[in-house]
């Protein structure tokens, strides 16, 4: 390792450096102003001979030495530069200035500028956002901490984000199932939350609103409770604490209110609440909160801020690949493998279009075989099909550059069922019978030509 020759700009400067710490392979040097006493800022030594080649040379300059100048003095650079350059025209030169703009600098081959205040300015206001966090933590143990048993509620149907949230809240209010259970009005219902639900350990409780009487304190997260419609308990409408990160609705009361509609996961707030808390979380809540973020933001794609990239980097150095594929790819019945053994036998690709029809099937295997279908060499489109209950469910995905996904889907099931989806994932459903109606029959073959005619026009449809 190369040396790093410090040189600061008068006593001042060298006490803030002195003061910030300097690493062993650093040579500090200062060069007094004419203003100042000599008094040696402690671990400095005179740049004897000042900005000057000569004073530079008898450094005994090496192969791998690397410089910082910290002033902000732009007249000063522009002497301390040259005199560098002097002695070995390559060595890379850090300039600490909040004086010189990127236009002002000296030329050089290989020089960087940063500002040292903006700098140290940057990390105090890191700093106060980790106090303000911690504040909001405080207050809310302050408020909840004498309850007997605190409901965390989600909404009904609870997604990854709402999940992890409520398991890292109830982490932080130091507290277990009995005493701070995770509520909801309706069950969790895909398979990907489910398999996280059961690989947290974790139980989602439904209750009805009747049961709210049981809690003497009541946290909503991932949501507010205009959620939960027109005729929701008065219980929800006046609540304790509202961790969301939706746009801010009105016509509730919260003693505590942290929203974030800036935020593209409520699991951000709850990171940046455990970081500025102190708190380790576990490998499980870690995974958890990644994932919420994950999936609210579609893989950091959609309406994604500054903070989410910061906590899912924080959360990503921690989290556990191997649990987060077991709750992004829940196991495949067998037969549903079987399914999909005799959908593969007869596939094929034309036009781009791969569709895949699995019969009767668990509706979860459905995007998995999207997922794998679309890797059929030649594929642009994959269409897995599968029937499920009384109705044709399909899963859709493309390569991304072709029409986005939703839109075909929609046209697709247009007047026959409903459908939707974003740029490259769609999904929709057909009932049965006004699939029969139109088709006359629902065997695997009419279903793999009707999707496969509807996609080819769809896909080439014009634009309304
Ligand atoms: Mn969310």
Not at 316 to 321: M, V
């Amino acid at each position: 390792m190369g040396r790093r020759i410090i040189v600061c700009d008068g006593a001042e400067t060298a006490r803030l450096w002195g003061r910030i710490g300097a690493a062993d392979n650093e040579q500090l040097l200062w060069v007094p102003r004419e203003d100042e006493s000599r008094a040696r800022p402690p671990g400095f030594r005179i740049l004897q001979g000042g900005l000057t080649p000569e004073a530079f040379e008898k450094l005994g300059p090496k192969e791998g030495d690397e410089y910082a100048l910290a002033t902000d003095d732009g007249p000063w650079i522009r002497a301390a530069v040259p005199a560098i350059s002097a002695i070995d025209p390559e060595s890379p030169i850090l300039l600490l200035t909040d004086a010189l703009t990127e236009d002002d600098l000296p030329d050089h081959p290989c020089l960087r500028r940063t500002g040292l205040k903006t700098l140290i300015r940057d990390d105090i206001d890191e700093e106060f956002d980790h106090l303000a966090n911690l504040h909001r933590v405080v207050e809310i143990r302050q408020l909840l901490d004498p309850r007997e048993k605190v409901g965390i509620l989600l909404q009904p149907d609870p997604d990854p984000d709402g999940i992890a949230c409520g398991f890292a809240l109830r982490g932080l209010l130091g507290r277990k199932r009995p005493t701070a259970p995770l509520i909801s009005f309706g069950p969790v219902q895909r398979p990907e939350n489910q398999a996280l639900v059961q690989a947290m350990g974790l139980e989602v409780r439904v209750i009805t609103p009747d049961e709210l009487d049981e809690f003497d304190g009541l946290a909503l997260v991932d949501v507010q409770p205009n959620v939960f419609g027109e005729n929701a308990p008065a219980r929800v409408r006046s609540v304790d604490v509202v961790i969301d990160h939706h746009p801010e609705r009105t016509g509730y009361d919260a003693v505590l209110k942290d929203i974030r509609p800036s935020y593209g996961a409520t699991a951000t707030i709850l990171t940046e609440y455990l970081r500025a808390a102190g708190m380790e979380p576990s490998t499980g809540l870690t995974t958890a909160l990644l994932y919420g973020i994950k999936s609210d933001t579609q893989y950091l794609g959609r309406q994604t801020s500054k903070r989410d990239m910061q906590s899912f980097a924080y959360l990503h150095a921690n989290h556990s690949p191997a649990l987060l594929q077991r709750i992004e790819r829940p196991a495949l019945p067998i037969d549903g493998m079987r399914a999909l053994g005799r959908a593969l036998s007869r596939t094929e690709v034309r036009d781009g279009i791969h569709v895949l029809v699995l019969g009767r099937v668990r509706e979860d295997v459905i995007p998995q075989v999207a997922d794998m279908a679309l890797q059929a060499e030649g594929a642009e489109w994959a269409v897995a099909a599968g029937i499920v209950g009384s109705d044709l469910v399909f899963s859709v995905r493309n390569v991304g550059y072709v029409r986005a996904a939703g839109e075909v889907v929609r046209a697709v099931v247009e007047g026959l069922g409903v459908g939707g989806g974003h740029r490259s994932m769609a999904k929709g459903i057909i009932p049965l019978k006004a699939f029969r109606k139109v088709y006359r029959s629902a065997d695997r073959e009419r279903i793999r030509s009707a999707l496969f005619d509807a996609f080819v026009r769809a896909i080439h449809r014009e634009r309304d």
